[in-house]
């Protein structure tokens, strides 16, 4: 509930609408609430930009017909959460939804009942061993330092961590020469290596771990090498061209790799 509804809600919308007021006329208790889901980071994240004067988000409401003297009100989450579920709510009405407004709900701590289902779901999940704290790859945000959902990005959408396979192909003095694929099961055909000529590439010191690093420098170096990054010891990749040992690919330059 970051904005005013647009037309993909509706088309979204009708289709429950139909089937609610399809299934009154068969002689069904249809139950045919609406919720707000007003949970996550968009408008934390909106609200933050707008704290923050941001000029992309100041143009997004501006576009919905917001006043720039209404604005600044815009700074708390909870004037969102105040004028968009109620504006929502009168353009359903307006449109004739066949909702039980009785029943309407928002899904926040500022419902208590719904937040404690929530929570009681998964304490439950939990107790049952279905759910467990583990590690995965996410979006995240350097800004704020926490993963990002989809829809919670101002821009980005679609966006999703991609799995690479590392080749390690080693070099006559030993060094590795480390190329990433997505197609690994395609590496049994693959007869060239190609490398361009022109770029500046970098020699990797892998295996620091950054939880032993106590000083401010040391953490620093020890991300840096945790990323696969020293650029201290750059080098051209004309270095490494035809060095491979024990290998039936070769390293070959090619300027149009890119």
Request: glycine share 8%; charged share 30%; hydrophobic share 35%.
């Amino acid at each position: 509930m970051n904005g005013y509804q647009h037309l993909g809600f509706g088309t979204s919308f009708l289709r429950a609408e139909f089937q609610s007021r399809y299934r009154r006329m068969l002689g069904y208790n249809v139950l045919h609430p609406q919720g707000f889901h007003c949970t996550g980071l968009p408008i934390l994240g909106a609200a933050k930009r707008i704290a923050e004067k941001e000029p992309k988000q100041w143009d997004i409401l501006r576009k919905m017909g917001i006043a720039d003297r209404d604005i600044p009100k815009f700074a708390d989450p909870m004037h969102w959460i105040e004028v968009f579920p109620e504006a929502t709510i009168q353009d359903l009405k307006g449109l004739g939804a066949a909702v039980d407004w009785t029943r309407s709900f928002i899904t926040t701590p500022l419902n208590p009942p719904y937040d404690a289902f929530v929570r009681w779901q998964f304490h439950h999940l939990k107790d049952g061993d279905f759910v467990k704290i583990d590690k995965h790859p996410v979006i995240w945000c350097p800004k704020d330092q926490a993963p990002i959902g989809d829809h919670d990005r101002i821009e980005g959408e679609g966006e999703t961590p991609i799995e690479y396979t590392l080749l390690k192909f080693p070099l006559a003095d030993g060094r590795l020469l480390v190329a990433a694929t997505i197609r690994p099961e395609t590496v049994y055909g693959q007869t060239n290596l190609w490398i361009d000529p022109e770029a500046a590439y970098v020699v990797a010191k892998v295996g620091v771990d950054p939880e032993r690093a106590r000083d401010e420098e040391t953490l620093r170096t020890g991300e840096d090498r945790r990323r696969g990054v020293d650029a201290s010891r750059g080098r051209t990749s004309r270095d490494g061209c035809g060095r491979a040992r024990d290998q039936p690919r070769h390293p070959s330059p090619a300027g149009f790799v890119h």
